[in-house]
């Protein structure tokens, strides 16, 4: 959890419930060479999950979403603008 803020964590905690975000972490951790979709990023606690270790473990990750709150520049994430269902057609 090295670049995880202690905010970022309360936000996945209330976001995933901490079971949940626990598990996830620990799947996000282990998975290597992946390619990650978030649908819909809200405030993005699942895409800053999936970023924490996605340049170490070489994930990528794209994300879908009509109006997002969330974004980043890093090299690993592909922002796309759009309805889930529509793109997911696509």
Known sequence: ???LTPSDIALMVN???KVSFLKLLNVMNRLEDGVLVDIGIYHGASSKMMLDSATKNRNKIF????IPSF???HPNYTYIKGDSVKVGRE
Do not use: L, Q, R, Y
């Not at 994300?63 to 009509?66: F, G, L, S």
């Open 1 to 3: 959890m090295s670049n």
């Open 63 to 66: 994300a879908i979403d009509p």
């Open 71 to 73: 974004s980043s520049n």
């Open 15 to 17: 976001e995933f419930g």
